[in-house]
């Protein structure tokens, strides 16, 4: 069974850093899809950065030139540089894997907090 652990989370200050990181365990077939939403108290889950198939990396504009993207393949594991952080950054943060095993599977881990305070 797949499992996917985000870590990384807490409170910085507005124009801080921090860096996500989703490590996923379990045996999986071919990745089609890994990437980062978020979830604001209220608000739907919506994408923050996302790979498809290969290497092409997608941003919400929102996050374009602050937040970067990147997979270690050999760890299995996805994370998400986060730099220069806003105040509309505070959320929580998933990480969402879809791979090929026999049929499409959608993974989600359990989601870390990120709040951005002064």
Known sequence: Q???VESGGGLV???GSLRLSCAA???MGRITFMGWFRQA???QRDLVAG???GDTTTYADSVKG???ISRDSAMNTLYLQMNNLKLEDTA???CKVVHLKWVLQ???GQGTQVTVSS
Do not use: D, H
């Open 2 to 4: 797949v499992q996917l």
């Open 13 to 15: 200050q507005p124009g």
């Open 25 to 27: 365990s379990g045996s």
């Open 41 to 43: 108290p209220g608000k």
């Open 51 to 53: 790979i498809v198939s």
């Open 66 to 68: 602050r937040f970067t």
């Open 92 to 94: 929580v943060y998933y």
């Open 106 to 108: 959608t993974i989600w």
